[in-house]
């Protein structure tokens, strides 16, 4: 596998991939979104997570596809999988799902060297209304912010559409994680932020690929970290959700490599 570098930097150090990237981008980007939408299916009261982490890395193994988070850092698992109060990089374990649960499931895998990452809302059995619009919400609001997506916009418009959309309905962005260039890597520079303030931050340009992975609470903004060093929570416990795309800077505009093919993308239930 070629591990050259491809394309050039900015000055603010975010790598600028050729126009025939993004046919790797958006075969790493189906396999990953494929995955997912398949998930619809395993997820169910009485389920495990570590069940449906089972079913994913064999997913990845039978396409003949790499998972890019076992030995990321020491994880094992081929998934995250973050419920209810979980903010993001809950670790699939044998606790099983109950009735009304909502959960996140967070995929990536490398095709021919090319990182997709994609993750969802799912839930088990019947959907709470509280839950249901926080879904909503952050759903739109990851959808606004890759709207924003075009040449001459920049990182702080994104962080703008999200964190404006997701404060008017009284919800709050999560500050301690971001979205994340990739690419032939899994995490590069920029760090994508989900608030900000219009025209702050680099300029978008053609070749950038990067996440935009909004965390939206019902409560306050406020995570911590478990003594398993991953998985984080809302510190008043209130209910989280995410949704993310992996998506690339067009001359004239975005395109989303972690599309589902069957439009599962949301709503998943
Ligand atoms: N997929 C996550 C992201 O969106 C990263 C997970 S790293 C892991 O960036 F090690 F926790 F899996
Ligand atoms: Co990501
Ligand atoms: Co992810």
């Not at 079913?55 to 020491?74: F, P």
């Not at 095709?111 to 809302?121: I, K, L, N, Q, Y």
């Not at 702080?156 to 690419?183: K, N, T, W």
């Amino acid at each position: 596998m070629n591990k050259e570098p491809r394309g050039r930097l900015t000055k603010d150090g975010i790598r600028l991939y050729e126009p025939a990237d993004f046919a790797g981008m958006h075969a790493a980007g189906a396999l990953a979104a494929h995955i997912l939408d398949a998930m619809s299916d395993h997820v169910f009261p009485g389920q495990t997570t570590g069940k449906i982490d089972e079913i994913i890395t064999q997913m990845v193994e039978e396409a003949g596809a790499t998972s890019a988070t076992i030995g990321y850092k020491g994880y094992k698992h081929a998934s995250c999988i973050s419920v209810n109060h979980v903010v993001c990089h809950g670790i699939p374990s044998d606790k099983t799902l109950k009735d009304g649960d909502i959960l996140n499931i967070d995929v990536t895998v490398i095709v021919d060297g090319w990182f997709g990452d994609t993750s969802r809302m799912y839930v088990a059995g019947r959907l709470p209304r509280k839950a249901e619009r926080l879904i909503e919400v952050t759903h739109e609001a990851l959808m606004r912010g890759i709207e924003v997506v075009k040449p001459g916009n920049t990182f702080g418009d994104i962080g703008h559409a999200i964190q404006s959309f997701v404060e008017g309905h009284r919800m709050s962005v999560v500050r301690d994680f971001c979205g994340h260039g990739l690419g032939r890597v899994f995490h590069a520079p920029p760090n994508v932020l989900h608030y900000g303030k219009p025209s702050a931050g680099a300029m978008l340009e053609p070749g950038m690929f990067f996440t935009i992975e909004p965390m939206v609470n019902l409560g306050r903004p406020e995570t911590k970290t478990l003594a398993d060093d991953w998985t984080a929570v809302t510190r008043d416990k209130s209910l989280s959700a995410q949704f993310e795309h992996s998506v690339g800077v067009t001359e004239t505009g975005v395109e989303i490599f972690t599309l589902s093919r069957n439009g599962k993308f949301h709503p998943t239930y």
